[in-house]
Structure formats: structure tokens, C-alpha cells
Nanobody, 122 residues
Framework: QLQLVESGGGLVQPGGSLRLSCAAS????????IGWFRQAPGKEREGVSC????????HYADSVKGRFTISRDNAKKTVYLQMNSLKPDDTAVYYC???????????????WGQGTQVTVSS
């Protein structure tokens, strides 16, 4: 069964950090780019970051550039999103997705996880 499972979300104070994980099962992660997306209440899902299948190309949305870092460990079939200097505006459900190339466009992605909640609040 093809599956992506996100973990690592939670409640954090402004300025804090979280590391999200996206674990793949049932398919070869090496073949896919992975994107991280987020959706806040009442807003559309937006692209946050992506990484190509080999890990040598990454892309970030302007809103998270310099604060978030995406990485992957294909041997562990896991992709990570390190989030530092978190702001209340980062509050959202975060999703990972697998697709043929690194893009922050939703349409490029084939497989999606169920999401993990990130709440930034004092």
C-alpha cells in the first residue's frame, strides 16, 4: 500500500522550532520529488518547500526562506522539514506529497499524506 505519513507537528511558541518528518512506505522514495504544503483554516493549500529525488535541488516559498530547511534520507525513506523561528502565521496543517519533480504547485503531486497540525502560539 502506497503511503506517506507526516509526524512531528505540535504546539510551539513563537520563535520556536519543530522538525516534521514524512515517512514513505509501499513505494521507492528515491524516484520521487517531495513537496511540503500547508493549509490554514479558511485558506487555500500553499506550497512551502520541495526537494528533488536526489536531494541536490531544493526550493522554498519566500515566506519561509531562511527559516525552513528541507532534507531527505532515501535510505530511511524519510523527508524532513526543519522549521525555525516559527511565527503565528505558520500555523496550519502541513502535508507532504510525492511527485515527479520539485515544484510548489499542487498539480505536480501524485501521493499525499494525511497531514500534521502545527500551531504557533504563546
Amino acid at each position: 500500500q502506497l503511503q506517506l505519513v507526516e509526524s512531528g507537528g505540535g504546539l510551539v511558541q513563537p520563535g520556536g522550532s519543530l522538525r516534521l518528518s514524512c515517512a514513505a512506505s509501499g513505494f521507492t522514495l528515491d524516484y520521487y520529488a517531495i513537496g511540503w504544503f500547508r493549509q490554514a483554516p479558511g485558506k487555500e493549500r500553499e506550497g512551502v518547500s520541495c526537494i528533488n529525488n536526489s536531494g541536490d535541488y531544493t526550493h522554498y516559498a519566500d515566506s519561509v526562506k531562511g527559516r525552513f530547511t528541507i532534507s531527505r534520507d532515501n535510505a530511511k525513506k524519510t523527508v524532513y522539514l526543519q522549521m525555525n523561528s516559527l511565527k503565528p502565521d505558520d500555523t496550519a496543517v502541513y502535508y507532504c506529497a510525492a511527485g515527479p519533480s520539485c515544484s510548489v504547485s499542487i498539480n505536480f503531486y501524485v501521493y499525499w499524506g494525511q497531514g500534521t497540525q502545527v500551531t504557533v502560539s504563546s
